[in-house]
Nanobody, 122 residues
């Protein structure tokens, strides 16, 4: 089992920044590809970004490219999502997830955090 706990969400004005963290415990963190997903009210959960086990590869949904940066620190068992130039359409509950593969598909992820709310005011 892998336990994941997100933090860092909150209220920010459009154009502002937030940094989300995902702390992992349980099995060896570096064995897992990690991802961020988000779900806005009334919408399906969508992929945001993924990072490979070593952090050497990353992938983003087009809507966040150039604004969001995913990273991880395997010595701290923690993954991050730096979000800059936030827009109202970024407002959602953000979830981190762990997978034995490097993937953008939610179906490939075995473990999920409880989510953290990001609210962007216009």
């Amino acid at each position: 089992q892998v336990q994941l706990v997100e933090s860092g969400g909150g209220l920010v004005q459009a154009g502002g920044s937030l940094r989300l963290s995902c702390a992992a415990s349980g099995r060896t963190f570096s064995n897992y590809g990690m991802g961020w997903f988000r779900q806005a009210p009334g919408k399906e959960r969508e992929f945001v970004a993924a990072i490979s086990r070593t952090g050497g590869s990353t992938y983003y949904v087009d809507s966040v490219k150039g604004r969001f940066t995913i990273s991880r620190d395997n010595t701290k068992n923690t993954m991050y999502l730096q979000m800059n130039s936030l827009k109202p359409e970024d407002m959602a509950v953000y979830y981190c997830a762990a997978s034995l593969v490097y993937s953008a598909s939610s179906g490939d992820y075995d473990y999920w955090g409880q989510g953290t709310q990001v609210t962007v005011s216009s």
